[in-house]
């Protein structure tokens, strides 16, 4: 299993950037497709950015070249860099590892997420 805490969040500016952690715990994430998902009250969960095993990653494309998804295996933490923050940016980040299925993609693991607000 896999032990997830994020931090790094807070409140910033429009255009400020924040730079959100997952560190992980038990087994290592080098064997997850990692990902982070936010969620605001009202809303659906949305995936924001995700990290295959082999280090490729994928953005929803409101995120695509603001933010940037990285790993740093040897600390066992995953890594959100949100650049020129927009107030729809608002929302509690969590990290997940992921399971590709036939089926779709589940999330198995998360934290209990780290508040972004934009004003």
């Known amino acids: 299993h896999v032990q997830l805490v994020e931090s790094g969040g807070g409140s910033v500016q429009a255009g400020g950037s924040l730079r959100l952690s997952c560190a992980a715990s038990g087994n290592p994430i080098s064997n997850y497709c990692m990902g982070w998902y936010r969620q605001t009250p009202g809303k659906e969960r949305e995936g924001v950015a995700t990290l295959d095993t082999d280090g490729v990653p994928g953005y929803a494309v409101s995120v695509k070249d603001r933010f940037t998804i990285s790993r740093d295996n040897a600390k066992n933490t995953v890594y959100l860099q949100m650049n020129s923050l927009k107030s729809e940016d608002t929302a509690l980040y969590y990290c997940?590892?992921?399971?590709?299925?036939?089926?779709?993609?589940?999330?198995?693991?998360w934290g209990q997420g780290t508040q972004v607000t934009v004003s």
């Open positions: 997940a590892t992921l399971q590709a299925t036939v089926l779709g993609t589940y999330l198995n693991f």
